[in-house]
């Protein structure tokens, strides 16, 4: 009998851990500086590496422990992570994002020009054949004419233009520009099969997959499941000439927690 005694006293405080450590949904809404919500917001319980995303009212759901680190991202803002307290357990939580600043390039202009073509190309240091070609414009709409005009050829009251000859610098440095940053301006289109086998295999190389292998996923369930985020997010579109980790891992959690709703994958 007392040894029977002893044995439920043993076992009452380990039910009672158990049930303490057990995880529970937090639920809560996702805003940005502005109190509007924001969404889709990738919710991530790095602890139990589960994973969530906010609707279109910025609402979200995820189970989490106490002592448990959620983070919250968004393309565009700030990471924000939170640790989970007893407190916050008992209240919805309200996250609040903060919009990331673009930072435009301080361009310095070190020498103004003024419209003067000798004192202008002392600065700008054009090449020798464009200083030889104004040089030739110059004198030759300077000098005289050779031949008479025809009286018939045009009206009496005809006044030459001599600066019509002569070649604007301001003109040359916007065109200069614009054909540089056409050059250089990255061009958002279509991938073909190879372009789009290349990007799936460098995902494979350079992305943290373990949060499927998690879910005992094999890799030709992962293959499979790269295909299908590709396809419905448009990743190597987006991303194959301007490959970003942190936004390829976003669209990659965000289009599995979709595609965990039509297929079944088991968390291991």
């Keep these: 009998m007392r040894t029977y005694i002893k044995q ?44 969530a995303v906010s609707d279109t009212s910025g609402k979200f759901s995820i189970e989490a422990s106490e002592n448990d ?8 803002y700030y990471r924000f ?29 070190v020498y103004k020009p003024t419209g003067n073509l000798e004192r202008d190309n002392k600065h700008l240091n054009e090449s020798r054949k464009v200083v030889s070609l104004r040089s030739e414009l110059d004198e030759y709409m300077k000098s005289p004419l050779n031949e008479a005009l025809p009286d018939n050829a045009i009206s009496k ?9 002569q070649v604007s610098i301001l003109g040359v440095l ?4 614009g054909l540089f940053k056409k050059a250089t301006e990255l061009k958002i289109t279509k991938a073909n099969y190879k372009e789009t086998q290349d990007f799936i295999q460098r995902i494979k190389n350079e992305i943290d997959l373990q949060f499927l292998k998690k879910y005992g996923m094999d890799e030709e369930q992962i293959d499979e499941f790269l295909i299908y985020a590709n396809d ?5 579109k987006k991303f194959r000439k301007n490959f970003k980790t ?16 039509t297929r079944k994958v088991s968390n291991i």
Excluded: C
């Design 8 to 51: 439920s006293l043993y076992a009452v405080p380990l039910f009672v851990s158990a049930e303490f450590f057990s995880q529970q949904q937090i639920n809560g809404v996702v805003t940005d500086n502005s109190k509007t919500n924001i969404n889709p917001v990738l919710i991530i319980n790095i602890t139990s590496q589960k994973s």
């Design 69 to 76: 680190e959620l983070r919250f991202v968004k393309e565009g």
């Design 81 to 109: 992570n939170k640790k989970m307290g007893k407190e916050d357990f008992s209240s919805p939580l309200m996250i609040n994002l903060e919009r990331a600043e673009i930072e435009i390039p301080e361009v310095k202009i």
């Design 157 to 165: 009251t005809f006044k030459p233009d001599y600066n019509a000859g």
């Design 174 to 177: 916007d065109a200069a520009v």
């Design 232 to 236: 419905t997010r448009m990743m190597a």
């Design 246 to 261: 942190d936004a390829v891992e976003y669209e990659l959690r965000a289009a599995f927690a979709e595609y965990r709703k």
